[in-house]
Every structure is written in C-alpha cells, then in structure tokens.
C-alpha cells in the first residue's frame, strides 16, 4: 500500500529520482529557450508566399529582396546563406538558406 501511493505521488508531482543535475544540459541554450517563450507568448508566426509566387523577376536577385522583404515583414530578421562546394562540378553553384527562426522547436 506505501509503495503504491509513493508511486502515485511521484507521478502527481513529477518527481523523479533517477534524474540529477547531470542529465540537464550545463549550458542551456537560451535562444532556444527565448524562442519557446516567444512563441507560447506570440503564437505561432506565418509568412504568405503566394504574393512571391505570383510575381516575374527580371534577376534571381530580385527575387531574392522581395523574398528577404517578405521575411523581414514577417518578424524573420537572420537568413544565412551557406555556399555548398561541388567539387569537382565547379560550374555548379549551390546555397543552403538557413533561417534560425524558421527550424523546428520540438525535433523528435
């Protein structure tokens, strides 16, 4: 009967004894935990592409200011772009966009 209640209690509470200090990460990520207070406080933030798939551009760089616009409009303030090396297919040029706002919070 103790032993049940104990277990009982522990589950109301969520305590748990087999978690220390150890298994919590030293050096939290507080941009991570910044943008988890940001979106519990703001909900969830959206950007409409449409209007960008409905437009023609003259030049890729065009394209990218609107975009970049419409990201910043939308409370999207870091894009970085990484250049991709494709050796040895140098006439090729390839980018990774990384937008840190944009990855997902919870990865499972």
Same mark, same amino acid.
């Given at each position: 009967?103790? =032993?049940? @209640? /104990? @277990?009982? +209690?522990? @589950? $109301?509470? %969520?305590? !748990? #004894? #087999?978690?220390? !200090? @150890?298994?919590?990460?030293?050096?939290?990520?507080? /941009?991570? $935990?910044?943008?988890? &207070? !940001? +979106? +519990? &406080? #703001? %909900?969830? &933030?959206?950007? #409409?592409? &449409?209007? +960008?798939? =409905? /437009?023609?551009?003259n030049t890729a760089s065009d394209g990218l200011s609107v975009l970049l616009a419409i990201l910043e409009d939308g409370g999207f303030d870091a894009v970085h772009l990484v250049r991709v090396r494709t050796r040895p297919f140098d006439v090729l040029s390839v980018v990774r966009i990384v937008i840190p706002a944009l990855q997902p919070l919870l990865q499972g």
């Open positions: 009967m103790y =032993e049940a @209640a /104990q @277990a009982r +209690l522990a @589950a $109301i509470s %969520g305590a !748990r #004894d #087999d978690l220390t !200090r @150890a298994s919590y990460p030293k050096y939290p990520d507080r /941009q991570m $935990i910044a943008a988890h &207070r !940001r +979106l +519990l &406080r #703001d %909900g969830p &933030r959206s950007v #409409d592409f &449409r209007a +960008l798939a =409905e /437009q023609n551009f």
